[in-house]
């Protein structure tokens, strides 16, 4: 399947309500202004959903065809109206209906033949669905009405297909198509992946699998996806939203980085520039620049999310947590990561190397490139110490103090000798010396006496 949840993030600019032509979303409102063609066809429609879902009868729906023809209202009403006015159907049940008429509406893709929905998002439905010009499965994500009448939806949705179509990598979904239909449907057709996402996977019965992750099987995973981006950073592309839901995993272990909603080339000022103070990803996994809105995001907030990611599935919980999407957000700018081995005491210490590495606050004691954080995951999965993880240690400090450092010797007892440069401030020598002075002093007053006599 192909993940259906596009920039979900926890301040992503909000949908259009406004849901196209036709009525029967708000219940007994009028219906816009169309055409006679259109509002018939979809007055067609409602009957026959209604009839097919046994809401009314066709006795009723002739009866409201007639109320229409007998009335002299120039905005005329939609049979939709006519159902709820006269009680045969709800207000809710008239907004369902024209939902259902959306996705069939939908469902007709020129060149692709729809087979069954996949899943639903807040921004987009995937369907399952043939190419028929190459005889092949593949899904198709399809901008819901409401939400092609939002042009940045409309914009952020073809950039999804374009930076898509820059990538070529096996844990990537590959982009195929993106266009839209003689309706003013928008769609982006995807390489179709048989398989589910962590998201799913991670989830307790019966919503998810409950599948706990080993740390073998999690380095298998991660390592996949960190060779993605990789790629997309090698490309001047940063993903921006990396997280469990994002990433599908076949029945044969390969995993596969899917939807680019939030994804934006490193060059692109004008994006930046614009989205400058709004967080943009998703909050359990979200990187602290990313939270304060910085311009200049690079390759390293990926780094962050991933190191986020492979925490939840090695420890079976997510990094930070918390009542809202705010609180959550906060802990991520201030609140310290409780170690990963430290969580589950049966990872190991290198693991937990590369996590809190990842996931420093400051993107400056991070990975200094994606290649560097593959080469530790790889070395931990044959067992071999991290080489670039380091723990957070000021090294500066460490070399201060070997430098004041002072050399001492074991000596019989237990006590220690002094270095020799402090051999005359040691105590004992002091006590020492000064007897020596005070007995030197007493004989030369005793000499002075004697000859003076």
């Given at each position: 399947m192909a993940n259906s949840d596009s920039s979900t993030g926890s301040r992503a600019p909000s949908a259009s309500n406004g849901t196209g032509g036709g009525a029967g979303a708000n219940g007994g409102?009028?219906?816009p202004a169309a055409g006679p063609g259109i509002a018939a066809n979809?007055?067609?429609?409602v009957g026959r959903v209604v009839v097919e879902t046994g809401l009314a009868t066709r006795t009723e729906?002739?009866?409201c065809r007639e109320q229409q023809k007998q009335s002299s209202d120039p905005n005329q009403r939609s049979l939709a109206d006519l159902l709820v006015e006269y009680n045969f159907i709800t207000v809710n049940q008239a907004k369902r209906i024209r939902s259902t008429i959306d996705e069939r509406r939908g469902s007709q893709i020129p060149g692709y033949q729809l087979l069954g929905k996949l899943g639903k998002g807040a921004m987009a439905t995937v369907y399952k669905a043939k190419q028929i010009s190459l005889d092949r499965t593949v899904a198709v994500k399809v901008l819901p009405k409401r939400s092609s009448d939002n042009i940045?939806?409309?914009?952020?949705?073809?950039?999804?297909?374009?930076?898509?179509?820059?990538?070529?990598?096996?844990n990537i979904v590959q982009a195929i198509d993106v266009g839209s239909t003689p309706d003013g449907y928008h769609y982006f057709a995807m390489e179709y992946v048989e398989g589910k996402t962590l998201y799913d996977l991670m989830q307790p019965p019966p919503?998810?699998?409950?599948?706990?992750?080993?740390?073998?099987?999690a380095l298998d995973i991660i390592i996949q996806i960190a060779d993605a981006l990789h790629h997309a950073h090698q490309r001047g592309l940063?993903?921006?939203?990396?997280k469990p839901k994002n990433i599908l995993l076949t029945p044969q272990g390969v995993a596969k980085l899917t939807d680019l909603g939030l994804a934006r080339a490193?060059?692109?000022?004008?994006?930046?520039?614009?989205?400058?103070?709004?967080?943009?990803?998703?909050?359990?996994?979200?990187?602290?620049?990313q939270i304060r809105g910085d311009v200049d995001i690079d390759f390293r907030a990926d780094i962050y999310s991933l190191g986020a990611t492979l925490y939840h599935m090695v420890t079976h919980r997510p990094p930070f947590d918390g009542e809202t999407p705010s609180a959550v957000m906060h802990k991520h700018l201030k609140q310290p990561l409780i170690p990963a081995d430290h969580v589950n005491t049966n990872l190991s210490a290198g693991i937990g190397e590369i996590i809190d590495v990842a996931m420093a606050k400051d993107r400056e004691e991070r990975y200094h490139s994606t290649e560097d954080m593959l080469e530790d995951l790889e070395a931990v999965r044959r067992g071999e110490p991290p080489p670039n993880a380091r723990r957070n240690v000021d090294l500066d400090k460490l070399a201060d103090m070997e430098t004041k450092a002072k050399t001492v010797d074991i000596?019989?007892?237990?006590?220690?000798?002094?270095?020799?440069?402090?051999?005359?401030?040691?105590?004992?020598?002091?006590?020492?010396?000064?007897?020596?002075?005070?007995?030197?002093?007493?004989?030369?007053?005793?000499?002075?006496?004697?000859?003076?006599k």
């Open positions: 409102s009028r219906a979809l007055d067609t429609e729906i002739d009866f940045e939806f409309v914009e952020r949705f073809y950039k999804e297909g374009k930076a898509a179509a820059r990538l070529s990598h096996n919503i998810g699998d409950g599948r706990a992750f080993t740390e073998q099987e940063i993903h921006r939203d990396v490193t060059d692109d000022k004008e994006a930046a520039e614009s989205e400058a103070g709004k967080a943009y990803g998703t909050p359990y996994y979200i990187s602290p620049e000596v019989p007892g237990g006590e220690s000798a002094p270095a020799s440069g402090d051999l005359w401030k040691h105590p004992i020598v002091v006590g020492l010396m000064a007897g020596v002075g005070v007995s030197v002093v007493v004989n030369i007053i005793l000499l002075v006496v004697l000859l003076l």
